[in-house]
Structures are given as C-alpha cells and as structure tokens.
C-alpha cells in the first residue's frame, strides 16, 4: 500500500547551514545530534553527490542496526535532494520502498523552511497510521535536534 508524509518547519537558520550539515554531512552530524539514536556513520561508493550511498549506524533504540540509502537527486544550488533506502532499516520488514525528499526554500528574514516528503510502499499486515506517524515523528525529531545543535554552534557550517 502506497503511504507518507510531508512535513514543513520553519526555521532561522540559513539553508546552506542546514543543508551542508543536514544533508551533505549527516552522516557526520548525526551521531553529534542524536547519539541515542545513531552511534555512526559514512559515505559507501561516493562523495556525497549523486550515487552515493549513506552509511547509518542506529542504536538498540531503533528496531534495526543500519540503513544505507542512495542520493537519487542532489541539487546544490536549490538546497533539495532525494533519496532512496536500498538496505537496512525497514526495508523488507515493514517497506518494500521508501524514499525521501528534503528541500530548504530560503526565507526573506535570512532562515528556510525546511520540506521533506516520504513516500513508502508499506507491505501487508503493516499498521500504515503508526508507521508513518512514527516515521514522521523521528523526521522532526532528527531535525529539531539538527537545529538546536546548529543554533548552539554558529561557526559550524556557516
């Protein structure tokens, strides 16, 4: 069954920052922001440009050990990419498919909204309310984190 999301924050934060440390480097950031979550991270087979796949390491928090996904899409200059879960995470158990969509729209006060849409095939006998609820409350999650952390440290990623 076909399921998602869209969620948009706002925030003060200028897209390049959330951009360079949210989606070029969250393999590095984090295991920063959220180490009860997630204990590492790394690039597999690219630099961070399309094709390149996202190594995660979660903790026992989190019902799995790992995910990778691919970036599909990264458009440097519009703050957007795109990507696909290929490995880990829920894929096999509760998705078949999953795939994200972030895009930072800059603001006229000097910070972005930030959007992300996930689009899923949710496999039978699966609760798509609860999975995509859960889902989308560790999206916010993860980027209110990313925020806080930012905000704390303005030298970084600026």
Do not use: W
């Not at 959007?115 to 899923?120: D, I, L, S, V």
Request: aromatic fraction near 8%.
């Amino acid at each position: 069954m076909a399921a998602g999301f869209t969620i948009e924050i706002p925030t003060k934060l200028p897209a390049s920052r959330v951009f360079q440390a949210g989606c070029m480097n969250v393999h590095k950031v984090a295991p920063v922001v959220i180490p009860e979550m997630v204990t590492g991270g790394e690039l597999l087979n690219g630099d961070g440009d399309v094709g390149t796949i996202k190594h995660l390491k979660f903790t026992n928090a989190l019902p799995y050990s790992y995910h990778k996904e691919r970036v599909d899409k990264l458009d440097k200059e519009n703050y957007e990419s795109v990507c696909t879960l290929i490995e880990g995470g829920d894929l096999g158990t509760k998705v078949s498919s999953a795939v994200y969509h972030e895009k930072l729209t800059p603001t006229a006060d000097g910070g972005c909204i930030f959007k992300m849409t996930a689009e899923y095939t949710i496999n039978p006998g699966v609760n798509v309310d609860e999975y995509v609820n859960e889902d989308k409350e560790q999206a916010i999650g993860l980027f209110k984190a990313l925020e806080a952390y930012l905000l704390a440290n303005p030298n970084l990623y600026a």
